[in-house]
T-cell receptor, first 117, second 113 residues
């Protein structure tokens, strides 16, 4: 079984401030982990992914995330927020091995990021 | 043209009506999925298909059915729509040869009144 918990349904930051969106996962097998972004009235766009190579993963738009197995976490960060980062962000997990869950993405509840001028 | 196309983009329907949401893809992917998105609940898997002859229930399949007409087409039906099926529905695809994530359609916003 696998699950994802995103801590904080809403996060608000000032423009230029650090962005930190938290994600913790549970998986019975080693996971692949993903962050997706959804801008208003749009579909989901892949920000970055962890596929068991480097634990620090860099994505688009200046975002990065670090896989910490000991903490079962995959938090998303960006050093300096921009107004255009305002969106909803989803963490997702899928197993990297066979079994009944193989191939299926499980999503967290989402975090809405607001960026203030 | 989009890689994953969902039709319609928006739909309002009445309680008890049957409605079909359609998804087609040009990615050549073998796997297709239907998710629904509700505020505060993220995306939840309704049905998925790993190939044309393989259909599987997801975590919230009650009240829904699907049809995989071809590798490129995967339709979701609400047999008798009810108001709590009002949601944003997403189709997604993936390829078993490249398991690093999905390609999503733009979504169908369904309102059941």
């Amino acid at each position: 079984a696998q699950s994802v918990t995103q801590l904080g349904s809403h996060v608000s930051v000032s423009e230029g401030a650090l962005v930190l969106l938290r994600c913790n996962y549970s998986s019975s097998v080693p996971p692949y982990l993903f962050w997706y972004v959804q801008y208003p009235n749009q579909g989901l766009q892949l920000l970055l992914k962890y596929t068991s190579a480097a634990t620090l993963v860099k994505g688009i738009n200046g975002f990065e995330a670090e896989f910490k197995k000991s903490e079962t976490s995959f938090h998303l960060t960006k050093p300096s927020a921009h107004m255009s980062d305002a969106a909803e962000y989803f963490c997702a997990v899928r197993p990297n091995a066979g079994g009944t869950s193989y191939g299926k993405l499980t999503f967290g509840q989402g975090t809405i990021l607001t960026v203030h001028p | 043209d989009a890689d994953v196309t969902q039709t319609p983009r928006n739909r309002i329907t009445k309680t008890g009506k049957r409605i079909m949401l359609e998804c087609s893809q040009t990615k050549g992917h073998d796997r297709m999925y239907w998710y629904r998105q509700d505020p505060g609940l993220g995306l939840r898997l309704i049905y998925y298909s790993f190939d044309v002859k393989d259909i599987n229930k997801g975590e919230i399949s009650d009240g829904y059915s699907v049809s995989r007409q071809a590798q490129a087409k995967f339709s979701l039906s609400l047999e008798s729509a009810i108001p709590n099926q009002t949601a944003l529905y997403f189709c997604a695809t993936s390829d078993y040869r490249a398991p690093y994530g999905y390609t999503f359609g733009s979504g169908t916003r369904l309102t059941v009144v």
